[in-house]
Nanobody, 118 residues
Framework: EVQLVESGGGLVQPGGSLRLSCAAS????????MSWVRQVPGKGLEWVSI????????SYADSVKGRFTISRDNAKNTLYLQMNSLKSEDAAVYYC???????????WGQGTQVTVSS
């Protein structure tokens, strides 16, 4: 059974930092690209970042480029998202998602809430 479990969310002040983690199990983690996707309550999903299976290639949404860093540790079956210089508009539920090819995702975690407020 594929499981993706996010952690690391919380309340942070504007300008602060958080590191999200996503623990994966039930599949060969190192064989798949992984993404972070976020959703503001009442709004649609917004893709944030993707990393390829080896970790050697990454891509980011323009809204987070230069502030967020995606990484992975295939030995630990864990995906990360380092978020710096957080803004109020970054507040959302953050999900990790397993890539199914063609910008589709076949498994999602339960999400972790990030709140940015002073």
């Amino acid at each position: 059974e594929v499981q993706l479990v996010e952690s690391g969310g919380g309340l942070v002040q504007p300008g602060g930092s958080l590191r999200l983690s996503c623990a994966a199990s039930g599949f060969t983690f190192g064989s798949y690209a992984m993404s972070w996707v976020r959703q503001v309550p009442g709004k649609g999903l917004e893709w944030v970042s993707i990393i390829n299976s080896s970790g050697g290639s990454t891509s980011y949404a323009d809204s987070v480029k230069g502030r967020f860093t995606i990484s992975r540790d295939n030995a630990k079956n864990t995906l990360y998202l380092q978020m710096n210089s957080l803004k109020s508009e970054d507040a959302a539920v953050y999900y990790c998602a397993k890539d199914a090819g063609g910008w589709a995702f076949d498994y999602w975690g339960q999400g972790t809430q990030v709140t940015v407020s002073s």
